[in-house]
């Protein structure tokens, strides 16, 4: 039987550090040392520029979409869903169980395929840093510490080629194709394998030469005591490549040889300042006490862009929120609490029910599990608008009717 634990999108964010470099707090502090050859010039004028304010605030989910798709994973138990992408019409998800850490669904939610085996063995890993969906036939994975990208072929479902990373990539934590041969990784602190080495965040490697092109955002003394654990730090939007990692002053978008700002955080009173950052802290407890009693927002991970908005989360007075950016407007709202009108008609706070996984085009991606469902049922029929809910909701109520407190997450795709 699975423990019914209550997790949140910053779940293991706030962890010491057991292995090397294993995920913990990044801390992003912007500048470019003169005279590196192979690092080129951070430009600051933004595109755009967005207020984030802790607001509480109810959002109602058909203010943002029209319509839902529930997959209920099947087969083998499945740890929480951390990563979902979508391709064609099937699920990549990244969530261990025995056979390993990234498995295939079907938009039925049945089990296909574990595209990379849990071990030592030749196409087995003995960890999964992330994956990206390269085109409609190929999945890359970031195994073994980012010692190894395996490339993995939905049409023939096998592993079809291993590349070695060089001592740079070791550590890296997030990884994003770029062109035909280059490709961006990022690393939030230094790697045990390349302690002396590590400079740089966002390292850029050439595959065909497999040297390291460009680097970006020097690794702070900071970050070797403190880290924020995101699987989202990197984003292809609109033909652009974005990056994001927590404490930043916004999001950028990579360019040939520079960075620039897509979307700058407006300073106000709610920023963490710049002089808490750049204090050199002695362990995790001295930062995570500041971060606890602060009046300012930190912990802002998990940027999930759609064609319409930016989803992400953050923390501010021991409070969790959900912030929303409109793209179109190019304005942001922060939410305590969710009213789900399109599924369970309930209203609950954010991260308590729904938890933000990811994002493709037009789609929002979320994940709840059976057991707060099957919670809310209860709740409804302990209330008496239970009946009143099975006339508005056919679809839901069946399938919470089927359900088991014990089955694998639900993963919800919203269309916008």
Not at 335 to 350: C, G, P, R, S
């Amino acid at each position: 039987m699975k423990t019914k634990t209550k997790h949140s999108p910053l779940s293991g964010i706030l962890k010491m550090n057991t292995i090397n470099y294993s995920v913990l707090v990044s801390m992003l502090i912007v500048y470019v040392l003169s005279g590196c050859a192979k690092t080129r010039k951070t430009d600051l004028p933004a595109q755009n520029r967005v207020a984030i304010t802790p607001e509480d605030a109810t959002l109602k989910l058909s203010d943002l979409f029209k319509s839902y798709r529930i997959v209920p994973l099947q087969g083998l138990p499945l740890e929480d869903a951390f990563n979902v992408d979508v391709v064609d019409s099937l699920l990549v998800v990244y969530g261990g169980n025995e056979k390993g850490e990234i498995h295939l669904y079907n938009l039925k939610g049945e089990y296909k395929d574990c595209l990379v085996p849990s071990g030592r063995g030749v196409d087995e890993a003995y960890n999964v840093q992330t994956f990206r969906i390269i085109d409609s036939l190929t999945v890359e994975i970031l195994c073994n510490f980012a010692r190894k990208l395996f490339t993995y072929s939905l049409k023939e479902n096998r592993i079809v080629s291993q590349r070695d990373l060089p001592d740079e990539i070791v550590g890296s934590e997030d990884f994003i194709k770029l062109d035909s041969v280059r490709y961006a990784f990022f690393k939030p602190r230094k790697s045990l394998a390349n302690d002396e080495g590590d400079e740089y965040k966002i390292n850029i490697l050439n595959l065909t030469t497999n040297t390291i092109e460009q680097q970006y955002i020097p690794i702070t003394h900071n970050d070797e005591y403190i880290a924020f654990g995101q699987l989202r730090r990197f984003h292809a939007s609109d033909g652009k490549i974005l990056c994001h990692d927590v404490f930043s002053p916004g999001i950028y978008q990579m360019h040939p040889d520079s960075l620039s700002l897509y979307i700058a955080f407006e300073e106000g009173e709610y920023a963490f300042p710049q002089a808490l950052l750049q204090k050199e802290y002695q362990s995790f407890d001295e930062f995570s006490d500041v971060c606890d009693n602060c009046p300012y927002i930190w912990g802002h991970v998990d940027m999930a862009e759609s064609s319409k908005y930016i989803l992400s989360t953050y923390l501010y007075k021991n409070a969790l929120y959900l912030n929303v950016i409109n793209k179109e407007t190019m304005t942001s709202k922060s939410y305590t609490h969710i009213y789900d009108d399109l599924i369970t008609d309930a209203t609950f706070e954010a991260f308590d029910v729904l938890y933000t996984i990811a994002a493709t085009p037009n789609v929002q991606i979320f994940s709840m599990s059976p057991f707060s469902f099957k919670e809310i049922m209860n709740d409804k029929k302990n209330n008496g608008t239970f009946e009143e809910y099975q006339k508005h909701y056919p679809q839901p109520y069946a399938l919470s009717e089927r359900l088991s407190e014990d089955d694998n997450s639900l993963i919800i795709l919203f269309y916008e």
